[in-house]
């Protein structure tokens, strides 16, 4: 009963370096969501899916892209990282409807550093 | 953008005492989400409430959507050495393309 899988665990990047967080779910959501957590804040959205074959910006968009590759997987991948990007990343999903727009499952995250 | 201001920003109890924590916002949400996070985990979804005035239960905690539709309370009773972690609530206005904005956490520790 996976839920929602987030690879990897842990990344250490250099400055500029580009990486892609991968995210799939087993529970056949239409929804899937990027979040970032930062010290003493709360999640903040990065971008949302709706449904396969699209996606939204959320909150903080800058310097990442997603793709959702079908309705299991949504992957965020930064281009050249910078340091303002080291933080833990969520991925989470929520059926339709009522939950359209409300995570209800989230990934244990990717803690990602970049130096 | 929408701003959520949880309080107290930490706290330290005794095992079997009760806790409040509330979250409270400058503006009117339709939806509020409470969600319990464990260290190294992902949150955990406790209670969705959508009605002002609602309060619903999930075993020892109750959460109230408050009738001013801006604020919005996390009750734990008897509480356990497992309640540690950070409590976040979250709040969803109306309308189309409107996404959950999340408070910046209580953190509970309990001392056995």
């Known amino acids: 009963n996976a839920g929602v899988t987030q690879t990897p665990k842990f990344q250490v990047l250099k400055t500029g370096q580009s990486m892609t967080l991968q995210c799939a779910q087993d529970?056949?959501?239409?929804?899937m969501y990027w979040y970032r957590q930062d010290p003493g804040m709360g999640l903040r959205l990065i971008y949302y899916s709706a449904s396969e074959g699209t996606t939204d910006k959320g909150e903080v968009p800058n310097g990442y892209n997603v793709s959702r590759l079908n309705k299991r997987e949504f992957s965020l991948r930064l281009e050249s990282a910078a340091p303002s990007q080291t933080s833990v990343y969520f991925c989470?999903?929520?059926?339709?409807?009522?939950?359209?727009?409300?995570?209800?499952?989230f990934g244990d995250g990717t803690r990602l550093s970049i130096l | 953008g929408q701003q959520l201001n949880q309080s107290p920003q930490s706290m330290f109890i005794q095992e079997g005492e009760d806790v409040s924590m509330n979250c409270t916002s400058s503006?009117?949400?339709?939806?509020w989400l409470w969600y319990k996070q464990e260290p190294g985990e992902g949150p955990v979804l406790l209670i969705a409430?959508?009605?002002?005035?609602e309060l619903t239960s999930n075993g020892r905690l109750t959460a109230q959507f408050g009738i001013t539709r801006k604020d919005s309370f996390l009750n734990i009773s008897a509480s356990i050495p497992s309640d540690v972690g950070i409590y976040f609530c979250?709040?969803?206005?109306?309308?189309?393309?409107?996404?959950?904005?999340f408070g910046g956490g209580t953190r509970l520790m309990v001392k056995p």
């Open positions: 989470a999903s929520s059926e339709a409807g009522t939950w359209s727009r409300q995570p209800q499952h």
């Open positions: 503006s009117i949400f339709n939806t």
């Open positions: 409430l959508y009605k002002a005035g």
């Open positions: 529970m056949n959501h239409n929804s």
């Open positions: 979250a709040g969803q206005s109306r309308g189309a393309g409107n996404m959950l904005t």
